[in-house]
């Protein structure tokens, strides 16, 4: 559309450019000044209106893959998807199974934890044949990503939530009955637990919330942003003032599974298409009770497609469309991983090609240069450390987790060809002035916990307790 405005507007603007070279009056000279500069206007407000919901169309030869069949997600607001049924047997009992007086405590009743309020329909059937579950975590404004992952990942979930308040409390449960409502595989696969801090613990019960007969099942994100208009300034800033308790989320989302192995990652990260179905493969035949599989995380452009294949996103790395996960805002993040050696199978000949060409899952390589800060999303048995639920909010949530695992004795394995995506090429910015206070906590706390790890495994590979950070 906005091309087709663009040549209307040249042929106009050249056919009264011709006019003037004609020799028009002055008077007509005027009026095709003051037409062109209308028309101008209103380009330019076509734009504005555009660049507010849609991010600039890509100019690549590949059209195959450029977005136009994904989820809307929140890096992802122009894309659409068809429908789902909103025929399914739906009863108006309360959505959450809960009592908000009771629940358990976590080691310093900071959070009162609820299991399992509420379960699909065939989460225990599948949990009991499968061997892995997906465990993530999410807080009320970022749930919408949910719905992305929940059609990639064809296994059980485990979802922690997070609620602060009556008012998040609400919004959440009428946001879980449209999920509810719209996407089969919430209905069925996936069960989700609450979490609630200590000084804002609901205070009103469950309950039922009917919904429009209509629901926009393709808009998941701006249903969500209408649902949370609700929200006051108040607890808004609450929110904003107080941390969250990542590592509770992710201990609780984990512990809700119920298979041998767990796949712990973030909301917002998306599992490749079949990834389910090949770890099953690939883990029958597992005997290493200590190796942690990780799944490689790559950053995608908004305005590509989501890859169908390691080739295909490997296509995309080398036009600049994708990278590694947090590559340019911290390297380390990531680095272990090694990139660059994964991408080698893709390449004819090379050792894991035919495997690649099936969809096998294999290892790759082993991480070899492991270091404290690193970060990778992984597939492990249900017997891996805890996180420490002293780390809240920014910093040393994860990596520490990671660091005490290599100090246990786990081997690090990179599995190709599958991979994790996060949608958005991210950028650094200047930090927050919040995100530093909560770091600095963090590091603190960080002193103590890596003398813990040390008298637990008297064991110091990275020599942290001679070299303090």
Request: proline share 5%.
């Amino acid at each position: 559309m906005y091309a087709e405005r663009q040549a209307e507007y040249c042929r106009f603007a050249c056919r009264h450019s011709s006019m003037v070279q004609l020799g028009c009056r002055p008077w007509n000279l005027g009026l095709v000044s003051v037409i062109v500069l209308g028309l101008s206007n209103m380009l330019l407000t076509f734009l504005l209106l555009q660049s507010e919901s849609c991010v600039e169309p890509l100019n690549i030869e590949d059209k195959d893959l450029i977005q136009s069949d994904l989820l809307p997600t929140q890096s992802n607001p122009c894309s659409f998807s068809v429908p789902y049924s909103q025929e399914a047997s739906i009863d108006d009992s309360a959505v959450l199974n809960l009592d908000v007086h009771l629940g358990h405590w976590d080691a310093r009743r900071l959070y009162r934890m609820f299991d399992n309020v509420m379960t699909g329909n065939r989460f225990i059937d599948i949990s009991e044949k499968s061997k892995v579950c997906l465990a993530t975590q999410s807080s009320l404004e970022k749930l919408s990503s949910l719905v992305q992952v929940v059609h990639q990942w064809t296994g059980s979930m485990s979802v922690a939530l997070f609620a602060a308040g009556d008012e998040e409390f609400q919004v959440m449960q009428r946001y879980l009955e449209y999920m509810r409502r719209c996407y089969e595989p919430i209905r069925e696969r996936v069960t989700f637990s609450l979490a609630v801090p200590k000084n804002r613990v609901p205070k009103r019960q469950s309950r039922y919330y009917p919904l429009p007969d209509f629901l926009d099942c393709q808009k998941p994100e701006a249903t969500l942003n209408q649902m949370t208009r609700s929200i006051s300034n108040e607890q808004t800033n609450w929110r904003i003032r107080n941390v969250y308790p990542q590592n509770h989320m992710r201990n609780l989302a984990r512990k809700n599974c119920q298979t041998d192995y767990v796949f712990l990652t973030d909301v917002d990260i998306v599992p490749s298409s079949n990834l389910s179905r090949v770890l099953e493969e690939f883990l029958k035949n597992d005997e290493c009770d200590k190796c942690a599989y990780v799944i490689p995380t790559y950053e995608l452009d908004a305005r590509v497609r989501f890859p169908q294949s390691k080739s295909e996103l490997i296509r995309l790395a080398k036009k600049g469309l994708a990278r590694p996960f947090h590559q340019k805002v911290f390297i380390h993040n990531q680095f272990a991983t090694n990139f660059t050696r994964w991408m080698l199978d893709v390449s004819a000949g090379n050792k894991g090609n035919e495997n690649l060409k099936n969809g096998h899952a294999y290892v790759s390589h082993d991480v070899t240069n492991f270091e404290f800060l690193y970060e990778p999303f992984y597939v492990a048995r249900d017997i891996v450390p805890p996180h420490d639920e002293r780390f809240m909010g920014y910093g040393y949530t994860r990596n520490t987790q990671v660091y005490e695992m290599y100090v246990a004795g786990y081997k690090f394995k990179v599995l190709s060809p599958v991979f994790t995506v996060h949608w958005g090429l991210q950028t650094r910015k200047s930090r927050p002035a919040w995100r530093e206070r909560q770091n600095s906590v963090n590091r603190k706390h960080f002193e103590v916990f890596k003398k813990e790890v040390f008298a637990r495994y008297t064991r110091d590979p990275l020599k942290m307790i001679k070299n303090p950070r």
